[in-house]
């Protein structure tokens, strides 16, 4: 098996609506990551940070302004017809509201028959047990299931549900976004347990997004931290909050830092004349710069996403610095360029 699942290489999606900054909003600058078969990556970032958008282009739902996503060697962008189906077949969304995705009038099983229409034409005869085989992988009794309305079940139970109607399509990378945001805490960890045993028995990779570092710890191999349509830092899980590098992390983790500076709030004046040098408010340098109380002159020029220890990588001065090590070469020679 290709060892790589998903590729993403120079991920861009710029919207032009608006007034802020031009009328433009770079949701996704620049992504570039991959994903292993069997790997839960959480993707972790303020709201508006832009893990929805990530997870709506790799889902094919809005299409890229720049860069490329590569699934099992392919580049999406160039599927079409019977390969564009089978392409859903292994690749499948669910999102944070349960609720939604049912029509209270309607009994829960109804939501399966879309699948088969769509991609299972031939399968019919075997709907039930199909069905029922799905609901016992995400930890669901068929019984509890079959004829009832969405009323008469948890939004845990209903989430679960959507996820064992993916389980249909031999899915293989699912992309979870804010799943159990909206889930009571007791019925949160059924659906992360659930999601831990789908990789576990069923090789599925997860790209889980969520707001919630304790979460994203939880479930996941692999971390990546957004921030302004940017991967800041990423890494093992592990390795990410052991030693959160790039200050963001540091301040979702509540870590003081140890890099030799103090935290000190910006002027605002000083920010809003940088943001003001141009025409358009248009910044290019760190997109942490404004919050950052390690910010530097270089850093109005943005840094790369540099491997700082082996899996774990950083997009910052101070943090590549600190280190001084063979990551601070790479980075003067990326810099030369
Ligand atoms: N269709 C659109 N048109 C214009 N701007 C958009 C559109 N969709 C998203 N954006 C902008 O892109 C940025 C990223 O949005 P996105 O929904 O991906 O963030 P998010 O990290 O998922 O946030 P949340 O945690 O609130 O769900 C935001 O600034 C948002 O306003
Ligand atoms: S590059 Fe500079 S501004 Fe950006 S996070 Fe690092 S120290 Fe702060
Ligand atoms: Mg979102």
Partial sequence: MNEVLLKVENLSKIYRSGIAAGGVTTAVDNANFEIKPAEIVALVGESGSGKTTLGKLILRLIKPSLGKIIYNGIDISKLKGRRLVEYYRHVQGVFQDPFSSFNPIFKVDRVFDLIFDSYLKEMKQK???????????VMLNPDDV????PHQMSGG???RILIARTLLLDTKLLIADEIISMLDASVRVDVLNTLG????ENKISVIFVTHDLSLGYYI???TMIMYKGNIVEMGDTEKVYSN?????????LSVVPTVDRKWEKKKEEELFSLFESG???????????DRCPLAMEVCQKKPSLLEIESGHKVACYA???????KAEKTFSSENEK
Avoid: V
């Fill in 244 to 252: 959160p590098l790039h200050p963001y992390t540091r301040m979702l």
């Fill in 157 to 159: 139970q209903l989430q």
């Fill in 127 to 137: 709907k039930r047990e199909l069905i029922a085989n799905a609901l016992e992988k």
């Fill in 220 to 222: 996941s191999d692999t």
């Fill in 197 to 200: 045993k789908l990789k576990d």
């Fill in 279 to 289: 025409k358009r408010r248009i910044w290019n340098g760190c997109p942490y710069y």
């Fill in 146 to 149: 079959f004829g009832k309305y």
């Fill in 319 to 325: 943090a590549i610095q600190s280190k001084g090590s």
